[in-house]
């Protein structure tokens, strides 16, 4: 039987494998083709520069959000970029109201409207070149302004019409251009996107960024873009100046020495300096003397010179406190308007140099919490012109809590960054009408309040005062008709203290927890509890002043006091390491 052998099939099953190899090679050139064509083979296509607006402002080499507007060949900034900008520590106030523009820095204070050519530099006539201006709901604030009152650099560049800014400090890298044929500014960093143009070889760009391989550059007309960093080579950096004062403040303090400062209650009837006796180590007074009286910023006066003369006799500072009265109404309305904290201004600079004071200390109180930002333009407004008076600049505040009306209203950190003291009220940790008795300022709690300040607020240890009590509370808890027990107290100084010990024949126990001597007594049927304030009990927070490098202390108030105290207070100041 004969077989037969069909072969024509496998020549078939060759052709198939080598068209198939065909195929693949042919894709993998095509692959490798359009691989080079994409990576090595540069676009040639010239995009013209885009932009949002006629005069885009350019920070740090990004377009913002806002516009310039030009006029005279003068630049008008928004005020949301600058506001944006500057961030927190934002410098200009502006009110609707009046269209009032206030510009403040550690020493100057500007206060101009829009449409006008005049303003008042802290409080001397000043010349505007142009004019700041509303324009579609957006204020626009001469570029010039910024740039005296807070280093502000503007380049404006006319023939593109591009604003760049840069703030005073800001360190910047320049590069030089490198190719022959100039090195294309593309419009992302991608050889194949478009270029907007070539930037000739030898000319000098800012550069931005740097990300894959490019550097992101502004060239000198403004324009931005992105250049191959092989095609740019770096030259150098350059530093925007810093803006200097001409004479900065140098708030008062004794060389090598804390500040010692006690308040003077000052109530319905003047002090008499002779029933002061001597309290030795102390460098500053603050008497109670000021106090606004209503929403149009009118502050009473119950300065007196004779106790003012009897302070500096004896070498102290005289800061003059000055309160809102606790009234929450009137504040709102007295720091509301440029006009009337102006008024508030004017009446204080004119008080201390009538009394010839060396301080203002402000102390507001039960305060809205809506009247923060309110209360910190007040501070920003006030003490520039107080130290171009050579005033020291200080503030009460609590410690924080979270309390609205005691607590909350304020901004401890922008008020840190304005002020030169900041005086930490450390009691009232169990205040008058607590359910609660205990101490009015144990001592882990007035160290934990110095701690939240100094880290979460960052106000600097060398501005902060801890401000210690020289009063107690006597306690009374006493069991009402239905078994529970009504807690009730009244303050008492320390010599107060002292005569009650000795009248019950009182030992005092010391309780650790809170850090300071403790009694307890019958008395009617209710049981009496003094934690006291002593030596010991100050000396303790002396040691906390020196351990976080306060400032100094503050105490209030005198009336309080024991004879001996002061001595006990310079002696634990003094100490040395």
Do not use: C
């Not at 000198?220 to 250049?227: P, R």
């Not at 001597?517 to 006291?532: G, P, T």
């Amino acid at each position: 039987m004969e077989t037969t052998i069909n072969r024509t099939p496998r020549r078939k099953r060759r052709r198939g494998l080598g068209f198939l190899f065909f195929l693949f090679m042919l894709s993998a050139i095509a692959v490798i083709g359009w691989y080079g064509y994409m990576n090595y083979i540069p676009s040639s296509e010239k995009q013209d520069p885009s932009y949002t607006f006629a005069n885009p402002v350019l920070i740090d080499g990004k377009q913002a959000e806002y516009g310039a507007i030009i006029e005279n060949e003068g630049v008008k900034l928004p005020l949301p970029l600058l506001e944006s900008l500057f961030g927190e520590d934002n410098p200009i106030h502006y009110e609707e109201k009046t269209g009032t523009v206030v510009l403040t820095s550690s020493s100057k204070v500007l206060r101009f409207k829009t449409e006008a050519l005049t303003g008042l530099m802290n409080q001397a006539p000043f010349q505007l070149s142009i004019a700041a201006e509303v324009s579609d709901g957006v204020v626009y604030i001469p570029a010039s302004l910024l740039t005296e009152m807070f280093g502000l650099q503007t380049s404006y560049q006319a023939d593109t019409g591009i604003v760049s800014l840069s703030k005073e400090g800001d360190i910047i890298t320049l590069g030089t251009a490198l190719p022959a044929k100039g090195a294309p500014l593309r419009t992302a960093p991608s050889i194949r996107e478009p270029y907007m143009l070539k930037i000739p070889a030898g000319e000098s760009v800012k550069i931005w960024d740097e990300q894959d391989g490019w550097y992101l550059a502004q060239n000198n007309a403004g324009h931005v873009g992105y250049i191959r960093k092989q095609e740019i080579k770096i030259s150098g950096t350059e530093q925007v100046p810093e803006l200097k004062e001409e004479q900065p403040f140098v708030a008062w303090k004794v060389m090598g020495q804390k500040i010692n400062m006690t308040w003077e209650a000052v109530y319905q009837r003047r002090i008499d300096p002779a029933s002061i006796g001597e309290m030795p180590g102390l460098n500053v007074v603050s008497p109670t003397w000021f106090e606004l009286v209503d929403g149009t910023g009118k502050i009473k006066g119950k300065a007196d010179p004779a106790y003012v003369k009897w302070a500096h006799d004896r070498g102290y500072q005289v800061w003059a406190l000055f309160s809102n009265g606790f009234e929450p109404d009137q504040t709102t309305e007295a720091l509301a308007t440029v006009e009337t904290r102006f008024h508030m201004i004017q009446q204080l600079l004119a008080f201390a140099e009538l009394y010839q004071l060396q301080g203002i200390n402000i102390d507001f109180e039960n305060v809205y919490t809506k009247d923060k930002e309110n209360l910190v333009q007040f501070v920003r407004e006030l003490t520039p012109l107080l130290h171009e008076q050579g005033l020291v600049v200080s503030i009460d505040v609590t410690p924080k809590s979270n309390s609205e009306m005691w607590s909350v209203f304020l901004d401890r950190k922008a008020l840190g960054s304005v002020v030169d003291y900041m005086m930490v009220m450390a009691y009232d940790e169990h205040w008058a009408s607590s359910p609660k008795s205990g101490s009015v300022a144990s001592l882990p709690w007035t160290e934990h309040s110095i701690k939240r300040i100094l880290e979460e607020d960052g106000v600097p240890a060398d501005k902060l005062v801890l401000s210690m009590p020289l009063y107690t509370r006597i306690w009374t808890e006493k069991k009402n008709e239905s078994g529970a027990v009504k807690v009730s107290s009244k303050a008492i100084g320390m010599e107060r203290v002292k005569t009650i010990i000795a009248e019950k024949n009182l030992t005092p126990v010391l309780d650790e927890a809170a850090g300071q001597h403790y009694v307890e007594y019958k008395e009617d049927d209710a049981l009496m509890r003094i934690w006291i304030e002593d030596d010991y009990s100050i000396k303790a927070r002396i040691d906390l002043v020196r351990k976080y490098d306060l400032a100094g202390v503050a105490t209030w108030q005198r009336a309080f006091q024991t004879p001996s105290i002061w001595t006990t207070i310079d002696e634990a100041l003094s100490k040395k390491p």
